[in-house]
């Protein structure tokens, strides 16, 4: 399967636009990481364990809206996006969407 955010793919033409394909996870932080965090948040720095925590849900909404893609039937997926917002106080979605389509 190909993903692109691109409206076009080299050397290929789209013949049928099957539809947007979605995936979507929510991710909740948890009180441990929130401590460890918090302290690193007063002296400065990467909040790596929120950043391994958000790589992980994109990986998982892209997994998501590729799957979705493949029951549609699709060559591609074009015009990739990501999109983040906030769920609850420690609870974010990650949404992956894009055009699921067939390429000649």
Known sequence: MLLTTTETVPDSEVVE???????????????GRDI?????????GELKAYSDLLT???D???????AD???????AVI???????????GGSEVMAYGTAVRLR
């Open 69 to 75: 893609a493949e029951s549609m039937g699709a060559d």
């Open 79 to 89: 015009n990739v996006r990501l999109e983040t917002s906030q769920i609850t106080d």
């Open 36 to 44: 460890t965090q918090g302290i690193r948040n007063v002296f400065g």
């Open 17 to 31: 636009i099957l539809g947007v394909a979605r995936g979507n996870t929510v991710e909740a932080r948890n009180v």
């Open 56 to 58: 992980k849900a994109r």
């Open 60 to 66: 998982e909404a892209i997994t998501r809206m590729e």
